[in-house]
């Protein structure tokens, strides 16, 4: 962008005063790294997408240093800036003070003025850090997840009320997603499992034939007794009565 700096002179000629406007173009350098690019690395790297800030990192210095060639004062300055960028970045990620703190000093201490070269290496090595770390979190924090959701399904399965939605809201998510989530976590269908929970409980009592089926049923979560018996024969291939008959030989 051009900017115009208005210079003004006086000339004097006898008793005659001349005043006038110079106009000097001055060009000013700009270097390439607007927000929503900065904002844009931001984002991959807080979700953890290393394939994707490490392009736009990349594309960054493909702008500037090979589309285009931007003077030394405004390479330090745009490394000043990518520097912000991942102090952020790192204030996000690491949870850990000490290791915040470690990784905060790495930036702060790099020699100034710095090789271009071994800047982006650094940032490539720090970026793929910063991703690993993420993703190692998103890990840890599924297992939580799942762990939760199944000691809450262990917790309840006999609950008449137990159901995909029941737990969906219990962990503060949609319906869908849970089902799909605890599909991928565990191998098997939510109600599936619910049902095999059910149906293995059923057989604990069935083999002490202290209780009626009926009864049976209902101890399990089921609230009917024709559904009960559908399940088991769906199941195992055979009836609860069959069942506690072929326990006893």
Known sequence: MDAVRHQRSSLYDG??????????????????????IEQLMLSNI???NLAQATKTFKNIIQKNFQATKINRSLEQLLISRIKATLLLAIDDVYSNTEKRIDAINSVITLPEPIPRE???QFCIELIEDLCERVNKRKIENENELIQAIIQFIEQNYVNPEMSLLLVASQFQMSDS???TYFKKQTGENFINYIEKKRLELSCEYLVTE???????????????VHSFRRAFKRHYGLTPTAYVERQRI
């Open 15 to 36: 008793e005659t005063s001349v005043t006038w406007y110079q106009e000097q173009v001055i060009d000013k350098e700009i270097f390439f790294y607007p927000v929503e």
């Open 46 to 48: 807080r979700n953890g």
């Open 118 to 120: 071994s800047f982006e």
């Open 177 to 179: 997603y849970l089902s």
């Open 210 to 224: 202290k209780y009626t089926i009926e009864e049976i049923s209902a101890m399990v979560g089921y609230t009917s």
